[in-house]
């Protein structure tokens, strides 16, 4: 499967914490992009690293993409309450330009 | 800000009926498209939608499946035949270009159906 995959793990951690996820992926991508989605709701998205992009900041995410590794990660910094949910990676370019590809998502939780 | 919507947002249906399910992306974008989340497992790509016609599907989407753009706002995804493994969360999508572009793809906030 040519599909972004985060290392399926469940986070916990204390409010004000960060919060750190990978993905990896297998072939050749354009783009590499973060969503969150809260607990059974829509997919909301975070952050969008192009490929020749190595690291990306948005608010408190920080995102950095290794093309070598095929990876990419997400950290969150002084993490909040609110910051609890599923956080996905999706990946692009393998299936055709506009298909994207998820992961199976990592369940952080903060705890206040 | 433009977000997309999706109406029902939950739906029960009984084997072997129709559903339909709707969305309204956003008005200015031209790329629509339909994934699906089953419990616990990963989103998957159905379709894509583009210039009135499918520019993509996947493997899911068989002939039970079908898109349309009735009129200029809405999108709907229709399933003819229900199966109980049609149970999911399915999500609109819409963007104003390819992802291969660096274009986002926004997000519906879905539509869970159950079919028993």
């Known amino acids: 499967s040519q599909q972004g995959e985060e290392d399926p793990q469940a986070l916990s951690i204390q409010e004000g914490e960060n919060a750190t996820m990978n993905c990896s992926y297998k072939?050749?991508?354009?783009?590499l992009q973060w969503y969150r989605q809260n607990s059974g709701r829509g997919l909301v998205h975070l952050i969008l690293?192009?490929?020749?992009?190595r690291e990306k900041h948005s608010g408190r995410l920080r995102v950095t993409l290794d093309t070598s590794k095929k990876s990419s990660s997400l950290l969150i910094t002084a993490s909040r309450a609110a910051d609890t949910a599923s956080y996905f990676c999706?990946?692009?370019?393998?299936?055709?330009?506009?298909?994207?590809?998820f992961g199976k998502g990592n369940q952080v939780v903060v705890i206040p | 800000e433009p977000e997309v919507t999706q109406t029902p947002s939950h739906q029960v249906t009984q084997m072997g009926q129709e559903v339909i399910l709707r969305c309204v992306p956003i008005s200015n974008h031209l790329y629509f498209y339909w994934y699906r989340q089953i419990l616990g497992q990963k989103v998957e790509f159905l379709v894509s939608f583009y210039n009135n016609e499918i520019s993509e599907k996947s493997e899911i989407f068989d002939d039970q499946f079908s898109v349309e753009r009735p009129d200029g706002s809405n999108f709907t995804l229709k399933i003819r035949s229900t199966k109980l493994e049609d149970s999911a969360m399915y999500f609109c999508?819409?963007?104003?270009?390819?992802?291969?572009?660096?274009?986002?793809?926004?997000f519906g906030p879905g539509t869970r159906l159950l079919v028993l």
């Open positions: 999706a990946t692009d370019g393998y299936y055709g330009n506009n298909r994207l590809a």
């Open positions: 999508a819409s963007s104003d270009g390819l992802a291969g572009g660096g274009k986002t793809q926004y």
């Open positions: 072939t050749s991508i354009n783009n």
């Open positions: 690293i192009r490929s020749n992009e």
